[in-house]
């Protein structure tokens, strides 16, 4: 038998099939509309909403012949644009109810937690580090349903800070790879910037100030149309490295104080090398072991949100198609249950 999980949180259309028994991926499509909102130089909730109308239908429609497989159906409610959730939700809904399945309601950073678990047995407790375009947040994960959050972001996220500073250089949506492979070939000395919160007790995340110091930098060029190919290596090379010092100077702290061995790297954000190259120094640092997701798997995908549903069906925590409802983002601050 076959769970059917539906991803809609933002701008990726996704699902999956996952085999119950096996956690063997069977089926795993997406639809990214990166090109629509690259001339807006970020998403636009409407026009995403739009197309997850016409995408999501395509995508299941490819699944037609595992149809009489299907034994329930997972999606994310929660966190993320509510209008783009609703589209998955629906569609999730209408599914189940013709099918007469169950419905499991999947938090997306959960989902992003079992990235690590596509395909392999759950490995809990993990110190859970989970950077993406929404998110920057420590969480300890001791099981299942013990989830709580140890430090969050004060502003911008890590996955959106790239994006933003991409736009200030003129240098297209989404900036997270473009920015990292001109800061590979950058200088990273020539551009003095601010390392946040460096000199504070906070254990937390805050990069507007980081961002607003490229804006500056920026200006002082004379503006993206002005500005070198080496100037754009060398202050993307700049930003990489003040915001990576950031995120270590911080999470330094969290290793230090916390017994558990395995940490996780997970979210969009993590499939930035220099990122994953810099905490698993950290790790080894401290003895601990860096497990990170496949790269394919670290953007938002339907595979994630169904290896948390198996879990989830294993514990008998599903709901009537008619219990389901969607969740926009809810501020999550340090002590909070996941």
Do not use: W
């Not at 993990?126 to 969050?152: D, K, N, P, W, Y």
Request: glycine share 8%; aromatic share 6%.
């Amino acid at each position: 038998m076959l769970l059917l999980s539906i991803e809609s949180s933002c701008d990726d259309s996704a699902i999956a099939l996952t085999e119950i028994g096996s956690r063997k991926l069977i089926l795993h499509k997406k639809i990214s509309q990166e090109i629509e909102h690259a001339r807006y130089g970020g998403v636009v909730p409407e026009l995403a909403s739009r197309l997850h109308a016409v995408d999501l239908p395509r995508l299941l429609a490819g699944a037609q012949p595992y149809f009489d497989e299907i034994a329930a159906v997972a999606v994310t409610n929660e966190p993320g644009l509510a209008v783009t959730l609703n589209e998955g939700v629906m569609m999730a809904k209408a599914f189940a109810t013709f099918q007469k399945l169950p419905l499991i309601p999947v938090h997306h950073l959960k989902g992003h937690i079992y990235s690590l678990f596509i395909e392999k047995p759950t490995r809990l407790p993990m110190l859970v580090i989970l950077i993406s375009g929404g998110h920057t947040m420590v969480l300890r994960v001791l099981g299942f349903q013990e989830m709580e959050v140890l430090a969050t972001s004060m502003d911008d996220s890590v996955g959106e800070s790239y994006d933003k500073v991409a736009k200030m250089m003129g240098l297209g949506y989404p900036g997270g790879p473009i920015v990292e492979a001109l800061a590979r070939e950058g200088n990273p000395e020539r551009f003095e910037l601010p390392v946040p919160l460096r000199n504070s007790p906070l254990i937390a995340f805050s990069l507007s100030g980081l961002k607003n110091a490229v804006r500056l930098t920026v200006e002082k060029l004379g503006g993206p149309d002005e500005m070198s190919k080496q100037d754009r290596r060398d202050l993307a090379a700049a930003f990489q490295k003040a915001l990576i010092t950031h995120l270590i100077q911080k999470i330094r702290k969290i290793l230090a104080r916390e017994s558990i061995p395995d940490v996780a790297l997970v979210g969009g954000a993590s499939a930035n090398l220099a990122i994953r190259g810099a905490f698993d120094s950290l790790c080894r640092e401290y003895g601990k072991r860096l497990h990170t997701a496949p790269l394919e798997f670290c953007a938002d995908n339907a595979a994630m949100i169904g290896r948390y549903g198996l879990d989830a069906l294993a514990e008998g925590l599903t709901c009537s198609p008619e219990a389901i409802t969607v969740s926009a983002n809810r501020k999550l601050q340090p002590g909070m249950k996941l």
